[in-house]
């Protein structure tokens, strides 16, 4: 296995400064932040276009993040174009339906872990 399939491993919690994340929004480019069980620390979740198939889909790994209240458990995609998209679950199963907006922060909260 090479170093970039290596599992994600979550420090868990800490102290110290917020995490720094870059996002490119702005016109038609939003963002989307999807809060997440901690349970599903190093899941990768995949989003795609509503009614595009799921293997053109984006991924968005969930893990601790460091914000200025303390950590979170989500997982970000900082450039989407704006427009209607579907969640899919840790199973393949659809989790949400999200519309981003250009230039704003969509968030999400992703619910309870299902079996």
Do not use: F
């Amino acid at each position: 296995m090479s170093a970039a399939e290596l599992p994600y491993v979550d420090p868990g919690p800490r102290s110290g400064p917020p995490d720094a994340l870059l996002l490119d929004i702005g016109g038609d480019a939003g963002a989307l932040l999807v809060h997440a069980p901690e349970a599903w620390i190093g899941v990768e979740l995949d989003v795609t276009k509503r009614g595009e198939p799921r293997s053109h889909h984006r991924h968005l790994l969930i893990r601790r993040l460091r914000a200025v209240g303390g950590d979170v458990v989500a997982g970000l995609l900082p450039d989407l174009t704006a427009g209607a998209y579907t969640l899919w679950g840790p199973a393949g199963e659809p989790l949400a339906s999200v519309t981003v907006e250009g230039g704003q922060v969509t968030e999400v909260h992703a619910g309870a872990v299902s079996g």
